[in-house]
Every structure is written in structure tokens, then in C-alpha cells.
């Protein structure tokens, strides 16, 4: 018995998305009375691998194949099923993220398991099973319950404090079979962004939108980031526009972000974008008109012209960083 | 080659949502119902794929489970230029069962490439089309920004954080499509309207599956607490603020 966290490494290190998992996983481990066990797919050092106990974890069972190269869906949910059946998982959780998403569903075919997704807080019970999620794109949340034997949770980013010890965990090394048949896609090329903060990794956005009222004052924008270490975004009508590219787009059918602090600077608020946002913790809106929707969401808000005030905005920033 | 499109019905994403029952279901009274957003894009690319194919991609499909009332639905994408349809007469119980049930038709149908939005906008499950794919043992790729045909040969971008990674990927395969996959959706036009009453719609019974999981109830977010409004002659206060009150500086 135990639950069971795949805990995804970027080239060999974890994140903190990883660390919420395992305590998260921790807390429904102890209502359960069983162990929190790591699952790792990759070449990770044994260092990182123990560490994963500070964050909740008692074993770590790492697995390692120099065919793997990339995220391939069939083989990824093969080893996590083989390690859910070894360990005896009754409970499967992975990340809400774009790997979580790939996998979890196949992993729940495999092992007949009910799956909820964007699962934001722990379960309310664990017999029954029912747990939160969100639902209308953060208009609502829904309860579930799940009647399998094995159950397979997605959590979504930064909805779980981590919780931090001094423990270590047990490393083991786990076989698995894999087959080179399951090997059907080839990554023939990667391009990566360098240089830029990955929206979703994010701890603070600035956001900007049609009242930057042309590309060319986007300056203002990725300045007050780089003061702050924040990530860049934008509303939907700016990357239809052409102003910014198609992967800063944030709302409900752009890239849906939950960063401690958000700034919407110029953007007024529909609901399609408040919806991608809405998971923010803080929000600080700038906008022209003191009626739009987009204050009816914030914490803070400027009635001005965005591009008035980012100046001041930046210098009031760097006069904060410089003092702390 | 034949194509599978996947569609969700669900409400108009501009929906205010409500539930009725004591919150234990949703409220669809005077709900507009949409091709869900991400579905249309894949259709739109799904159509394009075949218009450029020089005759390779023979047939489009589209298929929904859902009652009676998802029929506008599925004569929208008809009308963009789907070549035929599948209804699975059943509400969607979850998305095991969903999976399950197009499945079912696909194994009949041997489709070469299925797509799938990422998500539906209204339970945000994320899980169907991969769900397919090990019901089907086909491979998938998920977070799909571009899906093109060259020589046969099936090229797929995927997302990954910060970046894209280019993939080869031989058919028969499940990709789950978001943002990109198409710029803009297809609108109907009068013509494609009027052919769609005559498309084939094949409407069969669901195949017996369990369902995994249950919707219990729903609640709605706490509302805000008030926006603090500041001057924008004193920016330094909203710093003061957001470090000493919000703490998120």
C-alpha cells in the first residue's frame, strides 16, 4: 500500500512544482496510514533523488533507459503503471502540467483508475474518495467523487503549501520493461526560448494588453519584468494582433497561470482572460477607464494610462529592490 | 487517410455559470451550447490538412457522445465541412466512459489520426483524447500547436516549457490539440448549412462501461474582497502594500 507521486525532473533537477506534489501526497499518505513513494523516469543523481524526501517522500524508486529521450506518452505511463503495481499505489498523483496531462489519462485506462484533474485542495474524504477540482475555467469548483480501487489525482500548480524537513529518502533503482515498439515518436528538433522566465514556472507576471496601445511601447512591459525577475504575458486581442507572440497569451484558451503576484496593465478584464488568471494569489490591475471589469477581480488597482504609469511603476520597483 | 474529430458540447464560454439542485447540477437554463473552442480548431486544421492533401486525406469525421440536444452541435461542424458524423446517444457520465465510447466507433472506423481538444471549457479534464489513445494502444502526443502532412509522413509541434519540440509520428495516432492548432475557427457558410442536413449522422446506443467517477456537487468561488484603489501619483504605496499586506514582494 501507498500513494505514489511521479516525480518529474527538468534535465535532472526538481522543481517546485514537484515538491508541492510530494506534500501534498504526504498529508493524503498519513489519512491513509501508508508511505509516500517517488517514482523518477530519467537520469537524476542520487543527491537529488534522496533530497526528495525534505519534501515528503520515504522512497524514491528511480528509473533510467538510454532510450529515453524525450516524453513519450505510451512508454511514460508503462513504467508509472509498473511502479503503481509493484508499490501497490492506492492513490497516483502527478502535476496538472502539460506532462501530467499527457500521461495521467493513459495511466487511468491502464489500471482502470478514476482520474480527476486540476485537483486544487486535499481530499475531503478519503472513504469515500472525494476531492476538489476546478471547473469552468476557475468559474467554479466541482467536488468528485472516485469509485475505483486506485484513485489518480492532477494538482494543480501552486495550490499546495510545501511542506520542508530534514529527512531523506531511500533510493532504489526500479526495473521496468519497456518495449522499442513503444517508441513511435521522434523529437527531430527543440527550440527553446533563452533568455525568458517560463510563464508557468513563474512567481510574478506583468501582463499587457490592448491599452499598451501598440508593440512598440512594449518596453515598459518586459522592463518592469526584469526588475521584478517576472515573466511576461499578454491579453488575447494582443497576440491576435501580432504584437506579441502566441505563447505569451494568457486566458482561457491561451496558457492558464497561477503566479503569486499578476499585473494587468492595460487589459480590461473579459471574462475569457480573468478565467486564466483567476488563480493568481495577488492581482494589480492599470487601466484608463475606473469601471472596468478587470477591478472587479484585483486586489490592487491605478485608474491611468498604462503607459503613464509603468515608468513610475519601474522606478518605485527598483527603488524597493535596491533596499531589500 | 481519414481524420477523427472529437467535439465537446459546451456552453458558451461567455456564460455565466450557475448551478441549480443545491449546487448539485450545472444550470443550462437559457445557456447557449458551442462546439467547445479547442475542438473547433482542431476540425478547422483537420479540414485544412485535407484540402491540402491532393486527395491523401479522404474523409473528415466528427463524433460527440451526447443526447439529442448536442445535435446543433454536431450540424455546426457539419456545416464548416465536416464529411460525416457520430453521435453516441448517452449523457457524457465521465471521461472514462466518453473515451470509452468513441473508442468503440474508432476501432471500427480505423482512423488515422483522432483529434482532441486539450480540454473542454466546462469540466477542464484534460483527459479524453490521451484516454483513447490506451484504449485504442495507439500512441499520442499531447500539447499540439501545429500538426502538418509531408510525404506521408505526419509532422506534430508540441509544446514543452519554454519552447517547442518538433515530432515525427507515425499514424495511427491520438493528438490532443490547444492554441496554434488553427488561427481561427471556420465559420459555416449558407452552402456548407444547406449540405449538412444531407451529411450521413450516424446516431448509435453507448456500449456498457462503467464510469470511474461522479460529480457530487459544485461551489462557486469565494467573491473578492474589494479592490484597493491607489493614486497613480503614489505608486510607492502600492509597492508598500504588496510587500507589507500581501506579501508578495
Redesign the interface.
Known sequence: MSVLVYTENWDGKFKKSTFELLSYANEIAKKLNTETIGISIGNVSTDELSNLGNYGANKVLSFSDSRISSLENTVFSSIISQAAIKVGAQVIILSNNLTGKAIAPRLSVKLKAGLVSAVVALPSSVEPFEVKKKAFTGSAFANVKVNSAIKILTLSQNSYQINQSEDVAIVENFEATINNADFKTKVTDTQKTTGKIILNDAEIIVSGGRGMKGPENWGAIEELASVLGAGTACSRPVSDEGWRSHDEHVGQTGKIVAPNLYFAIGISGAVQHVAGVSGSKCIVAVNTDKDATVFEVADYGIVGDARQVLPSLIEAFKEFKAEH | MKILVCLSNV?D??TK?R?KDNNTSFDANGVQWIIN??DELALTRALELKEGSNGVITNVSVITVGEAFAEPTIRKALAIGADNAYRVNSIPK???FT?FQIAEIAKKESFDIIFAG??S???????????I???LN??????VSAVNIENNEI??TR????????????AP?VA?VQ??IAINPRIPSMRGIMTARTKPLTVSEAVAC????????????QP??K??????DN??E??Q???NE?K??
Request: proline share 5%; with cysteine; hydrophobic share 45%.
Open positions: 456552453p464560454t461567455t455559470v448551478f473552442p479547442w465521465d471521461a472514462f473515451a486539450i480540454e471549457s466546462d469540466y477542464n479534464g484534460s483527459m479524453v483524447g490521451s484516454m489513445s490506451e484504449f495507439i500512441s499520442s502526443v499531447s500539447s509532422k506534430v509544446e514543452i516549457p519554454g519552447g517547442k519540440e518538433f515530432l515525427n509520428v507515425t495516432l490532443v492554441k496554434g462503467d464510469s470511474l467517477t461522479e460529480f457530487v456537487n459544485y461551489e462557486l468561488p473578492k474582497g479592490c484597493k484603489m491607489i493614486s497613480a505608486v510607492k502600492l509597492v502594500l504588496l510587500h500581501a508578495v514582494l
